[in-house]
């Protein structure tokens, strides 16, 4: 009898479900026959990136026969200016996901724990049980991280605690007064991943100054991404910043070349041209307000979004919701994955491709009730 691949693999990742991508849409139009469909499942920009980023990528193409920058020089100087630190306070990242789990596996023991906001994104459990962490999960309150409940979740084994500012799928924030809240409880020995890839939509006087602790030298590494407001998803690219102490130790196990060359030089246009952010908070801000103003006129419920997209309550299966909006061309996430078994999650797109979300869904809720 042959020995089978899963007898041989770790017994850690034998529990853990693959992530499950949202479907491009190419694969949907040739499954339904369908054309014309619009995606508002996977939170990115609607709008492509500048005429700025794009001629850093053309030119950065003439150069893909050599690898690229292994450390990222000249990008990781350009973030520490910005942040006011050194190039020594930022390591590189392929997308939020790499930096995560760098993080855990350069400081997460197997037996050491990390408190978890659920719902929250789905790689944290994932990454933690891969390598032997347990997951302590701390269930949101009213949609928002619940510190309270996750300070009282701390015990002599905590290693790690994410805090997701603005939370996915929820889009809500928790502020600064309520982190300095958290802070001030915390033990020094436990690491705090403030994981902001949505930080740009959520600016505002009570959003909390993550770098701040670290200029404190608190145990903090604050994540952000260029695949949000600067339109680089497709490159995946993002960064971290903590101590250099912290950056030397994930240089150690970061993968050589894992920033390619076409992402760098578009990250480095972008923190360039500051244009093109405000241009997507203006689109995004005047979109979260059409898209609330048109669920509170539908008598749905929704999260208070300070991302780029809402959490809203159909009142009945998402699910049958999705699958019929996915008829009338329109991609949505359902959020029964995490239990909420009457939640869209939906990007705030461009105008019009909100209008025709909302057309779709009075449609598609319009037909439901007369079934």
Known sequence: MSVSWESLANDHILGIAPYEPGKPIEELERELGISDVIKLASNENPLAPSDRVMKAMATALNHVNRYPDGSGHYLRQAIGRRHGLTAEHVILGNGSNDLIELMVRAFLRPGEEAVIPHPSFVV?????????????????????LDLEAMARAITPMTKMVFIANPNNPTATIVTADEVEHFMARLPDKVIVVFDEAYIEFAQGPDFPDSLAYLKQGRKVASLRTFSKAASLAGLRVGYAVADPDCIALLN????????????????????????????????????????????????????????????????????????????????????????????????????????????????????????
């Open 124 to 144: 944290y459990p994932m990454i933690v049980q891969a390598v032997g962490g347990i997951r302590v999960v701390v269930t949101l309150k009213d949609q928002r």
């Open 252 to 371: 150690r196990i970061r993968q050589p070349f894992n920033v390619n060359s076409v992402a760098q030089a578009a990250a480095l246009a972008a923190l360039e041209d500051d244009s093109h952010v405000v241009e997507c908070l203006r689109m995004i801000e005047a979109g979260r307000a059409y898209l609330t103003q048109e669920f509170t006129a539908m008598g749905l419920r929704y999260a208070p979004s300070r991302a780029n997209f809402i959490l809203v309550d159909v009142g009945r299966s998402a699910s049958e919701v999705f699958h019929w909006l996915l008829k009338e061309g329109v991609i949505v996430r359902p959020m029964t994955s995490f239990g909420m078994e009457s939640a869209l999650r939906v990007t705030v797109g461009t105008p019009e491709e909100n209008r025709r979300f909302v057309k779709a869904l009075k449609k598609v809720l319009a037909g439901a009730k007369g079934a």
